[in-house]
């Protein structure tokens, strides 16, 4: 296999294995958290890639941690999606929503009522998130403190999901994914460290994945599992100063039920990659093949060399390429002709308008 060759992802085929990662950009319109013009622009420019995946978007107002970030639970948000959808597809690409709720990765400024945010448990994270400081400016600030869901909650919480899945589908995109990696709500009640529960969503492998399936089935039930992704996010540090030592076992749990569950792929994504470290290896690669059967994406920190190589040697399916395909719209093409690569201007990355979004020059 090689990048350049299609692939089929449920009733999907991608012309290549080239995947635009969901790239938070702080850019929706204000006020609501519409996606608009603009966004349709920069998303249309990016449609060579295999499969583009939104940036995350909240399934509800709680589950929103960064300010000026597109949500997929109002009408008008719905209209603003069908924009970029129409857009995409007109310019010949294919394009999955990413679902998204934070939980603990949130502070009161961001929250209804300014509530505290949830979380699996009522252990704070010791990151931040960006918005209104003590002086109501944007910045990064420390998360607040959370509350846990209670388990008549957690219901609602899941069919917000439904819910979400349902906008995006009314808006014209080609399917959902369902993000459970960085950290977020899905990734809190996965990880052994930050679900100190021992009821029915936590205590063990089996039981702390429990919410990710729950908020799967709720997307599947809207699109059928083959239009169903999840993005997961190994071993990645994302549970604070104290190591999941179980996050192997329990990934593995994972595979094992989203096989049975029939979803379309899974992203892994290896952030230890990204910043030179080893992070998950070869070896957790075959495994993870050994168990789940639908197509397999990897992300982090990836040359056009390593992609190729994990691909080739069959590790994955598709690679998946994030601040490559900021200042390089064109980036399967630069691949294909091995054309030197756009940096990105990392201070335009979250919030602004045009400069740094829709102005990066295409190669031809």
């Not at 013009?37 to 420019?45: G, H, K, M």
């Not at 597809?89 to 945010?117: K, Y």
């Amino acid at each position: 296999m090689h990048l350049f060759e299609p692939l089929r992802v449920g009733p999907l085929t991608l012309p290549n294995r080239l995947v635009m990662a969901p790239l938070t950009r702080c850019r929706a319109k204000q006020p609501g958290n519409v996606p608009h013009e603009l966004n349709a622009t920069y998303y249309a420019q990016r449609a060579s890639a295999g499969l583009i995946v939104s940036e995350a978007t909240q399934v509800c107002p709680e589950g929103q941690g960064y300010l000026w970030t597109p949500g997929m639970h109002t009408p008008e948000q719905g209209k603003g999606w069908r924009l970029v959808t129409d857009a995409v597809h007109a310019a010949g690409g294919r394009i999955h929503a990413q679902l998204w709720h934070v939980g603990r990765i949130s502070h009161r400024s961001l929250q209804p009522g300014n509530a505290a945010p949830v979380s699996a448990s009522d252990l704070r994270s010791a990151g931040t998130c960006f918005a209104l400081d003590a002086d109501g400016k944007p910045a990064r600030v420390q998360c607040d403190q959370p509350r846990a869901l209670s388990e008549a909650e957690i219901p609602g919480v899941i069919a917000q999901f439904g819910k979400a899945a349902q906008i995006a589908k009314d808006a014209g995109f080609d399917g959902v994914q369902v993000h459970g990696a960085n950290g977020y709500l899905p990734d809190q009640f996965m990880s052994s460290v930050v679900n100190q529960r021992q009821d029915a969503w936590g205590g063990d492998p089996v039981r702390r994945v429990r919410f990710l399936m729950e908020c799967v089935h709720a997307c599947a039930q809207v699109w059928g599992a083959d239009r169903v992704g999840v993005r997961l996010s190994p071993g990645s540090g994302n549970d604070g100063d104290t190591v999941d030592t179980q996050w192997r076992e329990q990934h593995l749990e994972a595979a094992r039920q989203l096989g049975q569950a029939g979803v379309a792929y899974i992203d892994l994504v290896n952030y230890q990659w990204a910043y030179g470290k080893p992070g998950f290896d070869d070896a957790f690669l075959r495994d993870y093949r050994a168990i789940y059967r639908g197509a397999v994406m990897v992300s982090g920190g990836l040359t056009h060399e390593h992609a190729s190589q994990l691909v080739a040697t069959g590790l994955c399916d598709a690679a998946v390429f994030g601040r490559a395909f900021i200042a390089n719209p064109d980036l399967p093409m630069r691949f294909l002709r091995n054309l030197p690569l756009a940096t990105g201007d990392e201070a335009t990355y979250y919030g602004g308008a045009e400069r740094g979004y829709t102005d990066y020059a295409r190669a031809e």
